[in-house]
């Protein structure tokens, strides 16, 4: 990935956080440091280390010394450890605050997002561009951010932003809110070809399954299921997307995508106590499966379950609907007389139809 823009390097020694933010993928930057340089919350910066560099947002904190406060995973990725300088690097932020408006009724149910055309070339995005956004109006700590694609409108007033009831429930705000728009600071690389048969062979294996495709918003996850693999969700959610308790789901975070085991909610932890009134919102990931997929704690995923690991799981009816073929088959020929190709052709017919009717069930769940 690119940076554009100009960058400022500053030196600070790494110090660990405390409370909630063990385990997130910001950084704290005191707020002296982010005066200077001009460094708003939630804007980008980098990080080197000797093993990577990394893109991370910025919150303020209340250190006056000359510091940043990181979770110890974003170090291990870094090779750095704490007490060591880093060396964070400013860059250009491009972002812009609109006022919400309702979406266009072909857009309704999709993730787009719908800006006007001098907003639109102003930030230096075109159709199709992933941007992110926010809600500048709640804690900085529990602000969802949201990742979807930008295309234009041609209303009159360029300062609207247009978007989907759902994803305006998801960002916690409603129609005349102001809402931030941020072009990420970064470009996404090129997939190869064989990456883009990957993903287009993936696409028709959704269509075959059927998928049904839901975003919800990232909390921690159980204690007892970190390192395991699992998301947990609400029994409604596990319903619409057409799983059930101990199935896969695919998780996807813009280019970056993982498979867990579904579990159910516990309505008495901790982690969830504060969205008890919506669950049906939300997703629990630990650390590993957030850091797997490069999300943090309040961003908005997109969840659907997992074509490939549903076709697996159906393997014993697909194979059932072919060997039924085989054998009609078989039987026409040896005990009826019929002649191969007559035989075949009936075969295959019955033999379609059947897998036909299965993969039509299959579908039918979500």
Not at 158 to 166: A, G, K, N
Not at 172 to 185: A, S
Not at 245 to 257: E, I, P, Q, S
Not at 321 to 324: F, K, N, Q, V
């Given at each position: 990935?690119?940076?554009f823009?100009?960058?400022t390097?500053?030196?600070?020694r790494?110090?660990?956080?405390?409370?909630?933010?063990?385990?997130?993928?910001?950084?704290?930057?005191?707020?002296?440091?982010?005066k200077?340089?001009?460094?708003?919350?939630f804007d980008?910066?980098?990080l080197t280390g000797?093993r990577s560099?990394?893109?991370?947002?910025?919150?303020?904190?209340g250190?006056?010394q000359?510091?940043?406060?990181?979770?110890?995973?974003?170090?291990?990725?870094l090779g750095?450890?704490?007490?060591d300088?880093?060396c964070?690097?400013v860059?250009?932020?491009?972002?812009r605050?609109?006022?919400?408006?309702?979406?266009?009724?072909?857009?309704?149910?999709?993730?787009?997002?719908?800006?006007?055309?001098?907003?639109?070339?102003?930030?230096?995005?075109r159709?199709?561009?992933?941007v992110?956004?926010?809600?500048?109006n709640v804690?900085?700590?529990?602000?969802?951010?949201l990742?979807?694609?930008?295309e234009?409108?041609?209303?009159?007033s360029?300062?609207?932003?247009?978007?989907?009831?759902?994803l305006?429930?998801?960002l916690?705000?409603?129609?005349?809110?102001?809402?931030?728009?941020?072009?990420?600071?970064y470009?996404?690389?090129k997939?190869?070809?064989?990456?883009?048969?990957?993903?287009?062979?993936?696409?028709?294996?959704?269509?075959?399954?059927?998928?049904?495709?839901?975003?919800l918003?990232?909390?921690?996850?159980?204690d007892i299921?970190?390192?395991?693999?699992?998301?947990?969700?609400?029994?409604?959610?596990?319903?619409?997307l057409g799983?059930k308790?101990?199935?896969?789901?695919?998780?996807?975070?813009?280019?970056?995508?993982i498979?867990?085991r579904?579990?159910?909610?516990?309505?008495?932890s901790?982690?969830?106590?504060?969205?008890?009134?919506?669950?049906s919102?939300?997703?629990?990931l630990?650390?590993t499966e957030?850091?797997?997929?490069?999300?943090?704690?309040?961003?908005?995923?997109?969840?659907y379950?997992d074509?490939?690991?549903?076709?697996?799981?159906?393997?014993?009816?697909v194979l059932t609907?072919?060997?039924?073929a085989?054998?009609?088959?078989?039987?026409?020929?040896a005990?009826?007389?019929?002649?191969?190709?007559?035989s075949?052709?009936?075969?295959?017919?019955?033999?379609?139809?059947?897998?036909?009717?299965?993969?039509?069930?299959?579908?039918?769940?979500?």
């Open positions: 990935m690119d940076v823009g100009d960058e390097s500053i030196f600070l790494c110090k660990r956080v405390s409370g909630d933010d063990i385990g997130r993928s910001f950084i704290r930057l005191p707020k002296s440091v982010m200077r340089y001009n460094i708003s919350p980008y910066v980098v000797p560099r990394l893109y991370v947002r910025v919150l303020p904190s250190d006056n000359a510091i940043f406060r990181v979770s110890s995973h974003i170090l291990n990725r750095l450890r704490y007490n300088l880093c964070i690097n860059i250009k932020n491009i972002r605050k609109l006022i919400v408006a309702p979406a266009e009724r072909k857009d309704v149910g999709f993730d787009i997002v719908r800006i006007h055309k001098s907003v639109l070339e102003e930030m230096g995005l159709n199709g561009d992933i992110e956004l926010l809600n500048p804690k900085y700590e529990e602000t969802c951010h990742m979807l694609k930008v234009t409108h041609y209303r009159e360029s300062e609207e932003l247009m978007i989907d009831s759902r305006r429930q998801l916690n705000i409603n129609l005349g809110d102001t809402i931030c728009i941020l072009r990420p600071p470009k996404w690389s997939k190869s070809l064989f990456e883009r048969f990957l993903e287009r062979f993936e696409k028709f294996l959704e269509w075959l399954v059927g998928v049904k495709k839901i975003n918003i990232v909390l921690k996850g159980e299921d970190e390192g395991r693999g699992i998301a947990r969700i609400t029994d409604d959610t596990a319903s619409i799983i308790a101990g199935d896969f789901l695919k998780v996807r975070w813009c280019n970056n995508a498979s867990v579904a579990l159910i909610i516990n309505q008495n901790e982690y969830v106590k504060n969205y008890l009134s919506k669950l919102l939300i997703i629990q630990c650390a957030r850091e797997r997929l490069g999300v943090d704690v309040y961003d908005i995923v997109q969840v379950r074509p490939i690991k549903k076709l697996i799981l159906s393997f014993d009816r609907a072919i060997l039924s085989l054998g009609l088959f078989a039987i026409l020929v005990e009826l007389g019929i002649g191969i190709s007559v075949l052709l009936i075969s295959l017919v019955i033999g379609f139809m059947l897998l036909y009717v299965l993969f039509v069930k299959i579908r039918a769940e979500v």
